[in-house]
């Protein structure tokens, strides 16, 4: 069965976004970049891949809320991840949307790679308990405030840690699995 793999940047506060949702404060520097490129190629976006992007090799599909794709939007992006299939949530775009558990328990049923959570925190929150894996690239900074990785009223959700791998920039990028689905 495939999984849901919450794949964010957050601070080790536990912020992915400041409060007006952007996120540039996060480091990206080449060696953040080249272990995303090589472990996890998907999550960069088309524009970025460039020729010497492998394929995809752990996920077909991206989810992410209506703040997550907005500045690509913006841009006049309409599909960043034009290599995936792009589902958006969103209670303001013109757009229908279901319950995000009930698409992501449809998804795991069907055949393919993982299914990536890219954000936010208010999706994230409402799919916490469908998460299976999360993989954070922890940013060595306190962020004081922002968008926190899931927005969820307090029932806590274990995770055991996989792995981590420190990068030269001072990220860490932690996989851990939910203690649920082990």
């Known amino acids: 069965m495939r999984k849901l793999v919450y794949f964010v940047a957050a601070s080790i506060d536990g912020f992915i976004a400041a409060p007006d949702g952007s996120w540039d404060f996060f480091q990206s520097g080449a060696d953040v970049i080249d272990y995303m490129r090589e472990t996890y190629p998907e999550t960069l976006p088309s524009h970025v891949r460039g020729p010497g992007t492998p394929p995809n090799r752990v996920f077909d599909t ?81 962020a004081g405030a922002g968008i926190p990785l899931a927005a969820t009223a307090f029932a806590p959700h274990h995770f055991t840690l996989r792995d981590a791998t420190p990068l030269p920039s001072g990220v860490v990028v932690l996989r851990y699995q939910s203690a649920m689905k082990r």
């Open 62 to 142: 991206v989810l992410m809320g209506r703040n997550t794709y907005e500045p690509a939007l913006k841009a006049g992006i309409s599909r960043p991840y034009e290599h995936l299939e792009e589902i958006v949530f969103s209670r303001s775009l013109k757009r229908e949307t279901a319950d995000p558990l009930t698409v992501v328990k449809q998804l795991k049923q069907r055949p393919g790679l993982d299914i990536w959570l890219a954000g936010g925190g208010d999706l994230a929150g409402q799919l916490l308990p469908a998460i299976d894996e999360l993989v954070i690239k922890l940013n060595p900074m306190i």
